[in-house]
């Protein structure tokens, strides 16, 4: 027996507990989510509580998983550290690198990582310092913090909206217009709860901008920059308006241009320095299977 331990992030305050359960990578399932349920395996806060419960943000979720493998083992490190201090690091996260331990994942992930590089703070033990989301198959930059100080002032500074988060994205379509502001909230999907979809009974407010930097005859590459910071906003948000991600096997287009993975990936992050005030800028390449899908269709619109 193990616990499945998570603090309820800001987006999904108004959530059920059996979708906020269903929706976990750790139990991936409404039958064992209801299981857990019914067994009072499940606290919300220290209390057991009903499937219909609503959460609310910073509730503090576990559940006693059955056959659930030991805790988080610090790992050595591989991803590469494009800044760091005392306070915090930013990280040039891989695509398919899996954030935290789940069912069957105990070895291998980036919060394994983040206990040898000193991350802390926040309320999950499994995800030590990490104060925002990138999609297991999305690469790029990520802050993560080295104490609970420094992640309460970097959680501060999302919700005031005063982290640049910047994004190249390859679609597969051609926009209606050079620039575009998308404000569609976005909740768990009404049918399936591993999703997030327009059609939600639990809307969240979800802001997103984008800037065609290149235009080819069959897609075309974006800035995308997020306002709020919602899980697989970005994806969801461009084909809401017909303009999927290429290789996105979810909301996109599976496969386009041999990608085994969404064209998406997180180029830029700029914050002012929550201690010293100091502006922090940093920037990653473009990664060689995102380089090479981009030169593919490159080549396509150039010969049609």
Same mark, same amino acid.
């Given at each position: 027996?193990?616990?499945?331990?998570?603090?309820?992030?800001?987006?999904?305050?108004?959530?059920r507990?059996? #979708?906020?359960?269903?929706?976990?990578?750790? =139990?991936?399932?409404? &039958?064992?989510?209801?299981? /857990?349920? &019914?067994?009072?395996?499940?606290? $919300?806060?220290?209390? +057991?509580?009903? #499937? &219909?419960?609503? /959460?609310?943000?910073?509730?503090?979720?576990?559940?006693d998983?059955?056959?659930?493998?030991?805790?988080?083992?610090?790992?050595?490190?591989?991803?590469?550290? $494009?800044?760091?201090?005392?306070?915090?690091?930013?990280?040039? #996260?891989?695509?398919?690198?899996?954030?935290h331990?789940?069912?069957?994942?105990r070895?291998?992930?980036?919060?394994g990582? /983040?206990?040898?590089?000193?991350?802390?703070?926040g309320?999950?033990?499994?995800?030590?310092? $990490? *104060?925002?989301?990138?999609?297991?198959?999305?690469?790029?930059?990520? *802050? *993560?913090?080295?104490?609970?100080?420094?992640?309460?002032?970097?959680?501060?500074? +999302?919700?005031?909206?005063?982290?640049?988060?910047?994004?190249?994205?390859?679609?597969? %379509?051609?926009?209606? &217009?050079?620039?575009?502001? =998308?404000?569609?909230?976005?909740g768990?999907?009404?049918?399936?709860?591993? #999703?997030?979809?327009?059609?939600?009974?639990?809307?969240?407010?979800? *802001?997103?901008h984008?800037?065609?930097?290149?235009?080819?005859?069959?897609?075309?590459?974006?800035?995308?920059?997020?306002?709020?910071?919602?899980?697989?906003? +970005?994806?969801?948000?461009l084909a809401? +308006?017909? /303009?999927?991600?290429?290789?996105?096997?979810?909301?996109?287009?599976?496969?386009?241009?041999g990608?085994?993975?969404?064209?998406?990936?997180?180029?830029?992050?700029?914050?002012?320095?929550?201690?010293?005030?100091?502006? =922090?800028?940093?920037?990653?390449?473009?990664?060689?299977?995102?380089?090479?899908?981009?030169?593919?269709?490159?080549?396509?619109? %150039?010969?049609?």
């Amino acid at each position: 027996m193990g616990t499945l331990r998570f603090s309820v992030a800001e987006e999904d305050a108004g959530t059920r507990l059996d #979708k906020a359960l269903a929706g976990r990578e750790e =139990i991936g399932t409404r &039958s064992l989510a209801e299981r /857990l349920l &019914s067994d009072g395996a499940v606290r $919300v806060d220290g209390e +057991i509580r009903a #499937k &219909s419960f609503r /959460l609310e943000s910073g509730s503090v979720v576990e559940a006693d998983l059955p056959g659930a493998p030991p805790g988080l083992l610090a790992e050595p490190v591989s991803v590469p550290v $494009v800044y760091e201090d005392e306070h915090l690091l930013v990280l040039d #996260k891989p695509a398919g690198l899996v954030v935290h331990p789940g069912a069957g994942t105990r070895a291998g992930t980036l919060a394994g990582q /983040l206990l040898t590089l000193g991350a802390a703070g926040g309320p999950d033990p499994e995800r030590p310092g $990490v *104060v925002h989301r990138l999609d297991r198959d999305t690469s790029g930059l990520l *802050v *993560v913090a080295r104490s609970e100080e420094a992640h309460a002032a970097l959680q501060e500074a +999302i919700r005031r909206r005063e982290l640049e988060r910047r994004y190249l994205a390859l679609v597969r %379509s051609v926009p209606r &217009s050079r620039t575009g502001r =998308i404000d569609a909230p976005l909740g768990r999907d009404r049918r399936d709860p591993t #999703k997030r979809s327009l059609d939600t009974e639990e809307p969240r407010d979800a *802001v997103t901008h984008f800037e065609v930097l290149e235009l080819l005859s069959e897609h075309a590459l974006l800035d995308v920059r997020l306002e709020t910071g919602r899980t697989h906003q +970005i994806r969801v948000h461009l084909a809401a +308006i017909d /303009l999927p991600v290429s290789g996105d096997s979810q909301y996109g287009v599976r496969g386009d241009l041999g990608l085994e993975r969404q064209f998406l990936h997180a180029r830029r992050l700029g914050f002012r320095h929550p201690f010293t005030g100091e502006q =922090i800028d940093v920037q990653s390449p473009l990664p060689e299977d995102l380089e090479a899908a981009l030169e593919q269709a490159r080549l396509h619109s %150039s010969a049609s």
